[in-house]
């Protein structure tokens, strides 16, 4: 017997009972990108599983809460920053520009190499 597995039951649904009637803005985002499509479809535009999705929306992730939150307000969110180099620009943006990796290529990627790290926006940095 599986007990009372509610397979009709949507991700917000999942996302209230593990929450509590007022998740945090970020998790009823990604919930409702998830009843939209699928935790698949969802996992694949964060780059991630499926699994951790789940674990997110179950509240059941062992891992950064905070990282999981950038992630999916960036990807799904329609927030804005204020970036100091381009005035108001998409959180995806931010997080794009900042956490690049590859080598500088022309005067806006130095740009933001010199000023991202210091940035008030950047909740990558670690404080010293």
Not at 66 to 83: I, L
Request: hydrophobic residues 35%.
């Amino acid at each position: 017997m599986m007990g009372n597995l509610n397979i009709t039951a949507t991700n917000l649904d999942r996302a209230l009972a593990a929450w509590g009637a007022a998740p945090p803005e970020w998790v009823r985002l990604l919930a409702d990108a998830a009843d939209r499509t699928s935790q698949r479809a969802v996992a694949d535009q964060l780059g991630k599983s499926a699994g951790y999705v789940s674990r997110l929306i179950n509240r059941a992730y062992a891992g950064s809460y905070e990282e999981a939150e950038t992630q999916v307000r960036a990807r799904f969110g329609a927030e804005q920053v204020q970036c100091p180099l381009w005035g108001a620009i998409p959180l995806a943006s931010c997080v794009q520009l900042r956490r690049r990796k590859r080598p500088p290529q022309n005067h806006m990627h130095h740009a933001c190499a010199r000023t991202c790290p210091t940035c008030p926006n950047n909740t990558d940095r670690q404080e010293d």
